[in-house]
């Protein structure tokens, strides 16, 4: 017999080199069989590996391996998301060369990923640092700015005028910079921006065609780019209050059937029309200075409170010249959005009547819902979005939402205008189709990013860097001693010659968004060793799309629409032949914990904490000094809350494959799991069981007839029904990434094979011939089916039975269906149409049979109550109905 308890930590390396050594999960581009991508999101080297990160690669690892040995020629890569922020701070508080810290980090993280024995190609890794990556990424740059897809835009930015440097959004807290504390401001400045917005329709419609995709992703795709259609409508200007010069206000809505409900307009406080009336208005001013302050971060401006300042400017209701309406300038007006202004409709819009509660504007309701009286129909706090007709709105009353916003449209766009300054008429209404997503600024002024490729000559302006001239390359002695961007320190770096006139010139300082690297690195592990394009099309053309992608739900938005973006712009410039770059896609859950607090309020690791159980429930103690600490809510693992566990602390006492087991086993793969000491040690108690099991399984498999069998007794025939049932549903559940049910099956079919080895002797019962063939069939179909999830224990038990090769190259098993007709079926029974209970058959029975099985049922004869049976209904495998 082999060793009694497996070991782990002496079994998970050896068979990891062994791996290595053979570059068995190394895919080759010539390979003829039908291909498989399975991707994980690559991580950012933050120095080291998280247990989410565990998770989110043993799922994809699971599907790699299962599908290598379906036969797929299986392209499972990883890579670094290496460029961003917090390479710099590093360089700033530790100052070590973001380079060389990011380069540590990656080897760092690799040993780490490598222990967990992931069937990952590592012939195809690269960095998007690395200059032989940014390279085409720089080339890409170039090829859209030719195709009309990368342009330059002003933009407002956070602008921080101590540090004299911009922020992103995360680094403007409560209106001031993170590091300096001043107040930030709004600064308009010229930045590169993709041309996202010319595939917005076609971006959400595509979206339909997603059907391995999260609905939940696919919503929020779709909300991202939030296509609305509504009306342009053009509002004359009261002469008499407005500003010279100003004579008619445009606004864009989507509810033009409530114009009979409109109680004020709003601007933007940087519409051109509220900086005309700031100029002679001192406090409108002073108001609009103030509400800018909150930064340009959407998710401040829909929560920070509703505010106005009222202009005094009227303007003329368009189906009513004698109703005049108050123009305000309004802090959640967007000058991003539409045309920077609004009217008001407060009935029927939350944020407009927050907005008239708080200035007493009141409100009147145009849209009756079903069953109520218009006449006495009020809103008071909560406004009315939903269906009805229309009321108090004249030649609309009585129509339905649809009918009067098609009445409006029809009577402006009808009514003509004559243009503010040009005399030429227009219609005072125009349809127009709007969508939320932006153009995609990708400019950032940061030093650890890829270089945007251009040149600023005084004569020729923008000149694109030379397409031979690439990469250009960060110059790797920079300083750090002064706020902003390094790279524009620098004392050499920009100063160039230009490529057009041989003039003076300075290079781009900006670097690009890191979203950028993450856009297009799916399509360069297709093939990462082509040194002068960034793809072979041929090759990324077949392996390309992504078969499985799998991430954080975090990515959802930004990362995915991003990545559909420049796959199209790819396309346009010839990179790829395709649209949509991940067939399937996965949101992981999170991996929660406990978090445990001091009674001074100070954090402590699980690792630190002894959980004990008793009559009054949990408590957990203090190991180091015995104190009690308090059990907090169960919370994503965070630093500060210090609810980690170390994925090298675990791998060490326990092994990957328990922490696999442990990740699969407790929760659909798309939801939160908590992570639990006592649970690990049960996937460690298991682990132990399948060793034992697998053992004795071997020795009678020693023992087994070489041939199969002609023929199987009972006892034969139920274990193979259990292994080819598993089989079965572990296959199908894999596919659909059921992982969690997988194990459930695996460990019900170990407990079968358990109950057979029971029913002899120890150590190796004397079974029938026919039982021990089916034993070793057994053992053989179970370690392949936990395999994929604990790839060391199956390569050790796969030696131990005997089997030649590595289970990692081992073909999935074949299914035998004859196995799989279950012999019995459960009916459905009724009494007079109603479900009364069930009755189980042997499939082959008899009508006869079935009827008198019934109608020996107590609860048939209890419903029926006496009363002679007029007939019975059988349908066959599903429904028998007696008839009373
Ligand atoms: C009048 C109205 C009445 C509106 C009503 C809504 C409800 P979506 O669907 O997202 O496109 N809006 C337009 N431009 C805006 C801007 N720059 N900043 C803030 N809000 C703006 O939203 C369109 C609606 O959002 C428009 O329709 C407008 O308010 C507002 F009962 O017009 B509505
Ligand atoms: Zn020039």
Redesign the pocket.
């Known amino acids: 017999m082999t060793a009694e308890r497996y070991n782990a930590r002496e079994s998970e390396p050896r068979w990891q080199r062994l791996w290595d050594e053979k570059a068995i999960f190394a895919s080759r581009n010539d390979d003829p069989r039908p291909k498989y991508y399975v991707l994980e999101m690559f991580p950012y080297p933050s120095g080291r590996i998280h247990i989410g990160h565990v998770r989110n690669y043993t799922l994809g690892d699971v599907l790699a391996r299962f599908m290598r040995a379906r036969g797929y020629n299986v392209l499972h890569p990883m890579g670094w998301d290496a460029f961003g922020l917090p390479a710099e701070n590093a360089a700033i508080e530790r100052k070590v060369a973001p380079k060389a810290w990011t380069y540590d980090n990656i080897a760092a993280m690799k040993k780490q990923l490598r222990s967990i024995g992931l069937s990952l190609d590592w012939s195809r890794e690269f960095a998007t640092c690395d200059p032989s990556y940014y390279k085409h990424q720089q080339k890409m740059f170039l090829d859209m700015l030719r195709a009309g897809l990368a342009e330059r835009e002003k933009r407002k930015l956070n602008w921080d005028p101590v540090d004299m440097t911009v922020l992103a959004n995360e680094q403007v807290i409560d209106g001031r910079g993170w590091r300096s504390g001043a107040v930030v401001e709004q600064r308009e400045m010229s930045q590169w921006v993709f041309k996202i917005t010319k595939y917005s329709q076609e971006l959400l419609e595509a979206l339909d065609g997603l059907d391995r995709w999260p609905d939940k992703v696919r919503l929020m795709q779709r909300n991202w780019i939030?296509r609305?259609e509504?009306l342009l409508i053009r509002f004359a200007l009261d002469a008499a209050t407005t500003p010279a010069g100003e004579s008619e206000l445009k606004?864009?809505?989507?509810?033009?059937d409530?114009l009979f409900?409109?109680k004020f307009m709003a601007i933007?406080a940087d519409h051109p029309l509220a900086v005309d009336a700031a100029a002679k208005n001192p406090k409108l001013a002073e108001f609009i200075a103030d509400i800018k302050k909150i930064g340009t971060a959407q998710s401040i401006i829909d929560t920070a409170e509703k505010q106005g300042f009222d202009t005094g400017i009227k303007a003329v209701h368009p189906f009513d010249p004698n109703w005049k309406l108050p123009v305000y300038v309004a802090n959640?007006?967007?000058?991003?959005?539409?045309?920077?202004?609004?009217?008001?409709?407060p009935?029927?819009?939350q944020?407009?009547l927050d907005f008239v509660n708080k200035y007493d504007l009141g409100n009147t309701p145009v849209v009756c819902p079903e069953g109520q009286d218009p006449k006495t129909f009020v809103i008071t706090d909560v406004?009315y979005?939903g269906d009805g007709r229309m009321i108090n709105s004249r030649f609309l009353d009585g129509m339905t939402i649809e009918a009067a916003k098609e009445e409006v449209a029809k009577r402006l766009e009808a009514e003509l205008r004559a243009l503010p300054g040009e005399g030429r008429l227009a219609p005072v209404g125009e349809r127009q189709v709007?969508f939320?997503l932006r153009d995609w600024g990708i400019s950032r002024q940061r030093y650890w990013g890829c270089p945007i490729p251009v040149i600023h000559c005084p004569t020729c302006d923008v000149v694109p860097v030379p397409d031979d001239q690439l990469p250009v390359t960060l110059p790797e002695d920079v300083s750090f001693d002064k706020p902003g961007n390094a790279l524009d320190h620098h004392p050499t770096w920009k100063h160039v010659t230009c490529p057009k006139c041989g003039g003076k010139a300075v290079r781009e300082t900006d670097t690009m968004d890191t979203f950028v690297d993450s856009s297009w690195y799916f399509a360069r592990f297709t093939d990462p060793w082509n040194e002068t394009a960034p793809t072979t099309p041929a090759v990324a053309n077949r392996m390309m799309p992504v078969d499985q992608y799998i991430g954080g739900v975090e990515h959802a938005i930004l990362h995915l629409l991003y990545s559909r973006f420049f796959t199209r712009a790819m396309k346009a410039t010839g990179h790829i032949d395709m649209t949509e770059p991940f067939a399937g896609m996965f949101t992981q859950g999170m991996v929660v914990h406990e978090t445990y607090q001091k009674a001074d309020g100070s954090w402590v690791t699980p690792a630190e904490v002894k959980i004990e159980v008793g009559g009054n429930g949990r408590r957990a103690v203090l190991m180091a000094t015995g104190e009690d600490v308090a059990i907090g809510p169960i919370e994503k693992m965070s630093k500060s809350k210090k609810n980690t566990v170390d994925p090298d602390d675990i791998i060490a006492s326990y092994g990957a494959d328990v922490a696999r087991w442990f990740m699969l086993s407790d929760s659909p793969p798309d939801r939160d799991v908590i992570w639990s000491d006592e649970r690990v040690q049960g996937a460690s108690r298991f682990v132990q069981r399948l060793w034992r099991l697998v053992n004795e399984s071997a020795e009678i498999a020693k023992k087994a007839p070489a041939a199969r069998p002609a023929t199987f007794g009972p006892d034969g025939l139920a274990l193979r029904k259990a292994a080819h049932g598993a089989l079965d549903k572990v296959s199908s559940g894999i596919e659909r990434l059921h992982f969690n049910v997988c194990l459930a099956h695996i460990r019900e079919f170990a407990n079968a094979l358990s109950e057979v080895l029971a029913k002899g002797d120890k150590p190796a019962p004397d079974l029938a011939p026919d039982v021990s063939w089916a034993v070793k069939e057994a053992a053989t179909i179970l370690v392949q089916l936990f395999s994929p999830m604990m790839p060391h224990l199956a390569e050790e038990c796969w030696a131990v039975l005997g089997q030649t090769g590595l289970v990692s190259e081992a073909d999935w098993p074949q299914i035998e269906r004859d196995l799989l007709v279950e012999d019995s079926v459960t009916l459905v029974v009724q009494v007079n149409g109603k479900k009364r209970g069930d009755v189980t058959v042997p499939r082959a029975a008899q009508n006869a049979d079935i009827e008198a099985a019934v109608l020996a049922l107590d609860a048939v004869k209890a419903a029926l109550g006496g009363k002679p049976v007029r007939k019975v209904i059988v349908v066959p495998m599903r429904i028998v109905n007696v008839v009373g």
């Open positions: 939030g609305s509504g606004i864009f809505t989507t509810r033009p409530t409900g409109a933007s959640f007006v967007l000058m991003e959005y539409g045309t920077g202004a609004i009217f008001g409709c009935a029927h819009d944020r407009d406004a979005d709007n939320r």
